[in-house]
């Protein structure tokens, strides 16, 4: 039986943050005793615009992954979202995903998991930050407990390359064309953020277990 259920839960366009998703669930899965899912949040633009601006291509890589549905979060321990950015906030398709756990915050259902977020910008300084610690805004009022990426992941002060990764989240940066992929340094915070936020979950599970 599982100790600790995780669930990665994204919204992605071009791919970036599907491919930090999947790192971060490789790093949750890498947790002894963790069950880790990973979700997409339902795509909200029509298909002939995604058609158009190339996402619809770019999209197909990942169709295979199920799409969330708001009622499952309350079956985890530690939830993980991931999102690009829009005008330095999540995505629209992420907000409407959350915008459906109104019977979940009348209920309490998600009051004391844990709750993580990274992200996606086109450009160095797009609102990485923001995007996440305007994300948190929500997760705090479903009474979540945020975790970050602490400094005890070294890649966050690597200052040999352009890279992103903050103590909010991991992030990447995609370039203003959506061309440049997630960086091995990216990856690996992904990874971090995922292993750390399951051991967090984990020993809050256990802690609650022997409590009684
Ligand atoms: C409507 C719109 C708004 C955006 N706003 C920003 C922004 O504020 N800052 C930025 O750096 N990139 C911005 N971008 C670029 C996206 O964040 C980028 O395409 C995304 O992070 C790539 O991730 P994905 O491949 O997972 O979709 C925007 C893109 C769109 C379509």
């Known amino acids: 039986m599982a100790t600790v259920k995780v669930q990665v839960i994204f919204y992605s366009m071009y791919g970036h943050i599907w491919?930090?998703?999947?790192?971060?669930t490789e790093g949750a899965r890498s947790v002894e005793g963790a069950e880790v899912g990973l979700f997409q949040v339902a795509e909200l633009v029509p298909p002939d615009a995604l058609q158009k601006s190339g996402a619809a291509a770019a999209r197909a890589a990942f169709a295979h992954i199920p799409t969330a549905t708001p009622h499952q979060l309350a079956d985890a321990d530690a939830l993980i979202f991931?999102?690009?950015?829009?005008?330095?906030?999540?995505?629209?398709q992420m907000r409407n995903f959350l915008d459906?756990?109104?019977g979940l915050?009348?209920?309490?259902?998600?009051?004391?998991?844990?709750?993580?977020?990274?992200a996606s910008t086109g450009t160095q300084h797009g609102g990485q930050e923001t995007t996440i610690t305007s994300f948190h805004t929500t997760l705090l009022h479903l009474g979540m407990i945020i975790v970050g990426?602490?400094?005890?992941e070294p890649r966050l002060t690597n200052m040999n390359e352009i890279t992103g990764g903050t103590p909010y989240g991991a992030t990447t940066l995609a370039g203003s064309?959506?061309?440049?992929?997630?960086?091995?340094?990216?990856?690996?915070?992904?990874?971090?953020q995922g292993r750390h936020v399951a051991e967090i979950a984990r020993a809050l599970v256990r802690g609650r277990q022997a409590a009684g």
């Open 19 to 24: 491919r930090m998703a999947e790192a971060v």
């Open 149 to 152: 990426v602490p400094y005890s």
């Open 100 to 102: 459906q756990t109104g």
């Open 105 to 118: 915050w009348v209920k309490g259902a998600l009051v004391g998991k844990v709750g993580s977020v990274f």
């Open 177 to 192: 064309d959506n061309k440049r992929l997630p960086s091995d340094n990216e990856l690996a915070i992904a990874r971090f």
């Open 82 to 92: 991931g999102t690009p950015t829009r005008f330095g906030n999540m995505a629209a």
